[in-house]
C-alpha cells in the first residue's frame, strides 16, 4: 500500500533551516511527482513547489522561490524539502503530498501525515 | 488571503444536503478542469474526496459530489452524518504561473 512517512517534529530559531523528509513506499517512486503543502496552525492549505523524482526536476511558487529548496534520493525513495530563513510565520505543518497522475494532474492522492515545524527564540 | 473562496462555515442536520461553494477566476477554475476537493479531519491530513471536478476516489462515498459552472465549483453533501463533520478544501490547477491554488477552508458542522 501507498505510504508517505514523514521526519518529526522541529523546533527551529528565527533566521536558521529546516529539513523535512518525506519516505515513500508501496509504488514506484520516481513515476509520481512529490508536491509539499504548508498550513499553519487553525488556517488554510498552501502550496508549496513540487518534485519531479525521476529527474529531479523543481517548480516552487513565487512566494518561497530563494528560501526553499526540494531534493530527492533515489536510492532510499525519499525527498527532501529544506527552508531556509525562517521566521514565526513559517510555524506550520508541511506536508508531502502525492500528485495523483504522476507528473501533473496537481491533485493529491496520498498524503503524508505531517510535520510541524516550530520557529520561536 | 486564499486565492480561491469559500465560505468559512456551513452547517446541516443528519440526512439533510449541503453544498459548499469555491469561487476562483478565469485563470484557474474557470480555465482548467482540475478542481479537487479535500476533507480534513482535525489532527490529520487531507484525503482527497472529488478530482477532475466530478470523479470520485475509489473509497470515497457517493454521496460525495462535485460540479462546476463558469468560475465557480461546488462539492455537496447528501445524505449527511456526523462523521463528515470536517473542514474542507477546494483546489484548482492555475495555470504555469501559479501551478496550485487552494481555498480558504469550510468548516461544517453536523447539527
Known amino acids: 500500500q501507498v505510504q508517505l512517512v514523514q521526519s518529526g517534529a522541529e523546533v527551529k530559531k528565527p533566521g536558521a533551516s529546516v529539513k523535512v523528509s518525506c519516505e515513500a513506499s508501496?509504488?514506484?517512486?520516481?513515476?509520481?511527482?512529490i508536491h509539499w503543502v504548508r498550513q499553519a496552525p487553525g488556517q488554510g492549505l498552501q502550496w508549496m513547489g513540487m518534485?519531479?523524482?525521476?529527474?529531479?526536476?523543481?517548480t516552487y511558487t513565487q512566494k518561497f522561490q530563494g528560501r526553499v529548496t526540494m531534493t530527492r534520493d533515489t536510492s532510499t525513495s525519499t525527498v527532501y524539502m529544506d527552508l531556509s530563513s525562517l521566521d514565526s510565520e513559517d510555524t506550520a505543518v508541511y506536508f508531502c503530498?502525492?500528485?495523483?497522475?504522476?507528473?501533473?494532474?496537481?491533485?493529491?492522492?496520498?498524503w503524508g501525515p505531517g510535520t510541524f515545524v516550530t520557529v520561536s527564540s | 488571503q486564499s486565492a480561491l473562496t469559500q465560505p468559512a462555515s456551513v452547517s446541516g442536520s443528519p440526512g439533510q444536503s449541503i453544498t459548499i461553494s469555491c469561487t476562483g477566476t478565469?485563470?484557474?477554475?474557470?480555465?482548467?478542469?482540475?478542481v479537487s476537493w479535500y476533507q480534513q479531519h482535525p489532527g490529520e491530513a487531507p484525503r482527497l474526496i472529488i478530482y477532475?471536478?466530478?470523479k470520485r476516489p475509489s473509497g470515497v462515498s457517493y454521496r460525495f459530489s462535485g460540479s462546476k459552472s463558469g468560475n465557480t465549483a461546488s462539492l455537496t453533501i447528501s445524505g449527511l452524518r456526523a462523521e463528515d463533520e470536517a473542514d474542507y478544501f477546494c483546489?484548482?490547477?492555475?495555470?504555469?504561473?501559479?501551478?496550485?491554488?487552494f481555498g480558504g477552508g469550510t468548516k461544517l458542522t453536523v447539527l
Open positions: 508501496g509504488y514506484t517512486f520516481t513515476k509520481y511527482y
Open positions: 503530498a502525492r500528485d495523483s497522475g504522476g507528473s501533473g494532474n496537481y491533485y493529491f492522492d496520498f
Open positions: 518534485i519531479n523524482p525521476s529527474g529531479g526536476g523543481t
Open positions: 477532475e471536478v466530478t
Open positions: 478565469s485563470s484557474d477554475v474557470g480555465t482548467y478542469n482540475l
Open positions: 483546489c484548482s490547477y492555475a495555470g504555469r504561473s501559479s501551478y496550485v491554488v
